[in-house]
């Protein structure tokens, strides 16, 4: 699926998760920070759970993304009452029938954790898994962008009034 203008990260992982068909999904960004080759070491846990988190250890971003990161998944882990580390992640697998049966509304940075506290609401069970980080080499971050914030504030705000 491409959509015609950028409507958002959220709204990417909608339209992939809505034309999925395997019966599992892995979620991950095209820009080489993870190493694909861990799925050996992560794959067993399907078998016990519906979710599994990554966990990026050490996380290999710059200082400021680093404390903007503590920041968020402090802020998250308050408002929505979330048993993750690092809810933004990059690296996720999950059952596809699962995920499409989620009222995912998030466009931007909020879909990480409103597809973590649906998936908790409907009994999934979820586990997080250390996966080692790369630095970014290539596209750009837009997670410092005010825009970006405050967009994922508002949306935070509402998922944390419906929730």
């Not at 250890?57 to 308050?78: A, I, K, M, Q």
Request: hydrophobic share 45%; charged share 25%; net charge positive.
């Amino acid at each position: 699926m491409v959509h015609e203008t950028n409507r958002g990260y959220g709204a990417a992982l909608r339209s992939g998760i809505a034309a999925a068909r395997m019966p599992w999904i892995l979620l991950t960004d095209a820009d080489l920070q993870f190493d694909l080759g861990q799925l050996v070491d992560i794959t067993p846990l399907t078998t016990d759970y519906d979710l599994v988190i990554g966990r990026r250890t050490p996380r290999r971003d710059p200082f400021y993304r680093r404390v903007y990161g503590h920041s968020w998944n402090w802020l998250v882990r308050r408002m929505l009452e979330l048993p993750v580390r690092d809810v933004d992640c990059a690296f996720k697998l999950a059952r596809t029938d699962l995920l499409q049966s989620l009222p995912l509304r998030s466009t931007g940075a909020m879909i990480s954790p409103e597809l973590v506290a649906r998936s908790l609401a409907q009994g999934a069970r979820l586990v997080e898994a250390d996966v080692a980080h790369r630095p970014r080499l290539a596209g750009e971050q837009s997670g410092a962008n005010p825009r970006v914030i405050l967009r994922a504030l508002s949306e935070l705000r509402a998922l944390r009034l419906s929730h």
